[in-house]
């Protein structure tokens, strides 16, 4: 059974509190006032909901024997706000959005206003790419990056011998 310290050195079980914080918020339930409130509090705004999923970069890769193929969610997100960087056999993405939105009365009076930035990265172990050859575009907010592999000669990697 699990008990914790409550005011006064008083134990009550989770249950007893959990029982005590539902009265609680009950008393205010058929309140308009609070209701409306609670409401406005808890609902998510626009840019909540625009931004849902920002820093959650969902991806399907594909490999073929000729490249690997990476389709990336950016919803919203400028191309000018997006780096790309193929290093040493890892593609890293950053992503800096800002967003600002303001809601308007009939009179174009600014009731609301809300102010956000966001910084996303991400990196893909992709080894052997041919680095000169990877392409990049944006199509209905995903990103689409093919990047095509070397071929065996091409290869700047392997074994060294020693003379």
Known sequence: ?????????????????????????????????????????????????????????KTDINETDKDYSLKIDVPGVDKNNIHLN??????????????????????????ASERSHGVMSRSYQLPAVDRDNISAHIDNGVLEITLPKVTESDDQTGNIDIE
Do not use: W
């Open 1 to 57: 059974m699990c008990c914790f310290p409550i005011i006064f050195n008083h134990h009550f079980e989770i249950k007893e509190i959990d029982i005590m914080a539902n009265e609680l918020m009950n008393r205010f339930d058929l309140d308009p006032f609070f209701d409306r409130m609670a409401h406005r509090f808890f609902s998510p705004s626009d840019f909540d909901k625009d931004y849902a999923n920002f820093g959650n970069l």
């Open 86 to 111: 193929y290093q040493d056999g890892v593609l890293s993405i950053n992503i800096n959005q800002e967003h600002t939105s303001e809601q308007k009365d009939e009179n174009g009076k600014v009731i």
